[in-house]
């Protein structure tokens, strides 16, 4: 893949000095720093690679692309009438070249534009701490610049994939998420090695583009869902030819006498493949940040650092750290929520409004307190999950009084999305206070009533009240109906 060279950089002299440096212009530090500025203050984003960050160019963006013509055909297949339309099979070519418009060709200069229209500076290299407020940024021609910050930094470098101790990886030209996200082949034969959102997610995307892929989970696929809206999301890899092993663990990988991949398992089969996906999950980005010079690897915690709800580091007045460089949650809507909560917090810092001391307060707007209870995620497989909040065993080992309610998800308004739709939905709620807590959705194009949800339990509106938001007939949403009814309202 041929990733366009930057253009040239914005600014390079050897000594600047700002209000706030962003390290990092993915879609976090590029929300950081905007909020920065419209709280009033400078800001300056320091990027080697594409401004836009992993989500634009090699996650969210592209591999919902790839996933989005696969269900679209799907859904016209689930529909008598429609099916009789459909002739064909997917036009992979076609698929990987719409990917490749939703990745703007992994050209950063509308994300450039951006940056420059926003008032905000831009210096194209990597940075290092150099120490209180002060970065180093080494430019790629071995030049440096000293960026001296009046009121913060903030640390939004992402994260690195974490590659499985798995003998023989390293001599195996395999791919990562990158490299399944950006690719403009389709492998005959995949193995994808992890069952976690990344790899369940590529493993259908590029099972439904033509390879025959066998994912391997060492536990169960998407084991952090309940066992029904798991099993469902299994059905439908099934259905695309994916051969899925759950808990196997590979011993070893090799390259075969053919150039192919083979993989040996714990059972003792070797799988053998053209190409093999390594998606095991991802670490914070923090290596090579002087963290330990400045005395702030104190502040790490299992490969974390500690800080407040507003990103500020333990420890200091001035470092605050978001999105898949904090890991607290790795994702890029809760990132960008937590860059808003950093930037407003900054700027109320700046103007003497909140102490550097104290935390800023629950629900307000310096603190991303939703991070703790209200998250939302969704999984773009077909059929999706989206889920928000807690499961009962998590709400459970809060502490919370909880209770589940579940359904399959079968009304009107599913009936007629697709003939045979199968569904599943619950909601967890705090019998203490009867607010829900948390509630999930599996089955097709359920990923547009996650909002709802979302609202419901962060807004923590009273079971009571929900009973009289009447789903409009005959839509998916009257499952929400369903739910109350069976809970006994
Ligand atoms: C395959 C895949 C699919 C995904 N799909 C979704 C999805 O559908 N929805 C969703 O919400 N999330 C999704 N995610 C997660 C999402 O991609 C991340 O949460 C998001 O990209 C994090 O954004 P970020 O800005 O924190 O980090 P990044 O996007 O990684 O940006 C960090 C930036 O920091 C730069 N940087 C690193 N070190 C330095 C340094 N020393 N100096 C200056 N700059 C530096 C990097 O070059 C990079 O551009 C997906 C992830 C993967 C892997
Ligand atoms: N739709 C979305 O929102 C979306 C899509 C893709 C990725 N993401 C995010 O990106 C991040 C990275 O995705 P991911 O799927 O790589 O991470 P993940 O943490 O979701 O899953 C990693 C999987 O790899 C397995 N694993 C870890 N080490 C292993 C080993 N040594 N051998 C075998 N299996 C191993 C884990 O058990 C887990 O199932 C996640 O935090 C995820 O939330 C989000």
């Not at 899925?244 to 070893?252: A, C, E, G, K, L």
């Not at 053919?258 to 980005?285: H, I, K, N, Y």
């Not at 994702?331 to 930037?343: C, D, F, S, V, W």
Request: aromatic share 4%; proline share 5%.
């Amino acid at each position: 893949m041929t990733v366009q060279e930057p253009s040239p950089e914005v600014q390079r002299p050897q000594q600047l000095e700002t209000d706030v440096v962003v390290l990092g212009a993915g879609a976090v530090g590029e929300n950081a720093a905007g909020r920065v500025a419209q709280g009033g203050l400078e800001a300056v984003l320091v990027e080697p690679n594409l401004i836009g960050g992993e989500c634009s160019y090699w996650a969210c963006m592209p591999s919902k692309a790839l996933l989005r013509p696969g269900t679209a055909l799907q859904a016209a297949r689930a529909v008598a009438g429609s099916r009789e339309a459909v002739t064909g099979t997917l036009d992979a070519a076609a698929v990987l070249q719409r990917r490749d418009s939703f990745t703007s060709h992994w050209n950063d200069s509308a994300q450039e534009d951006w940056v420059r229209g926003e008032g905000i500076g831009l210096v194209r290299g990597r940075g290092r701490l150099a120490g209180p407020r002060e970065v180093r940024v080494e430019y790629d021609d071995g030049g440096t610049v000293t960026i001296t910050a009046r009121h913060a930094v903030v640390l939004a470098t992402g994260s690195v994939p974490t590659p499985p101790p798995l003998k023989g990886l390293e001599g195996i030209d395999y791919w990562g998420t990158r490299e399944a996200t950006s690719a403009r082949e389709v492998p005959a034969r995949l193995i994808v090695l992890g069952g976690g959102v990344a790899g369940t997610e590529l493993s259908q995307a590029w099972a439904r583009l033509g390879s025959k892929v066998t994912l391997l989970a060492r536990h169960d696929v998407l084991d952090m869902y309940p066992e029904p809206a798991r099993e469902l999301v299994k059905a439908g890899l099934a259905e695309d030819g994916v051969e899925v092993r759950t808990y196997t663990q590979p011993d070893f990988v090799r390259t075969g006498a053919d150039g192919c991949v083979e993989m040996g398992l714990d059972d003792g089969s070797v799988l053998a493949a053209d190409q093999l996906l390594v998606s095991t999950g991802r670490t914070p980005a923090l290596a090579n940040l002087g963290l330990e010079d400045l005395g702030l690897d104190a502040a790490l915690d299992s490969g974390r650092l500690t800080s407040d709800d507003s990103g500020l580091v333990s420890g200091t007045d001035w470092l605050y750290v978001v999105g898949d460089a904090a890991g607290r949650v790795l994702l890029t809507h809760q990132g960008k929520y937590e860059a808003r909560a950093a930037g407003a917090a900054i700027a109320a810092r700046s103007r003497g409004e909140l102490s550097a001391s104290s935390a800023p307060e629950d629900w307000s707007r310096e603190a991303s307190t939703a991070n703790h209870a209200a998250v939302p995620q969704v999984v773009f497989t077909d059929p999706e999950l989206a889920m928000v909040g807690r499961t009962l065993e998590q709400a459970r080992a809060d502490g919370i009084n909880a209770s589940e309610t579940s359904l399959e998800l079968s009304v009107a308004g599913s009936a007629l999305h697709s003939d045979n739709y199968r569904g599943w939905a619950q909601m967890v709620v705090d019998e203490d206070r009867r607010v829900l807590v948390g509630v999930i959705f599996a089955g097709p194009d359920v990923s547009e009533l996650l909002h709802s949800a979302t609202i419901a339990v962060t807004g923590e509106v009273p079971l009571d009240r929900l009973w009289h938001a009447v789903p409009a007939y005959p839509t998916i949403s009257e499952i929400w109906l369903r739910l109350l009814e069976k809970y006994g309202l």
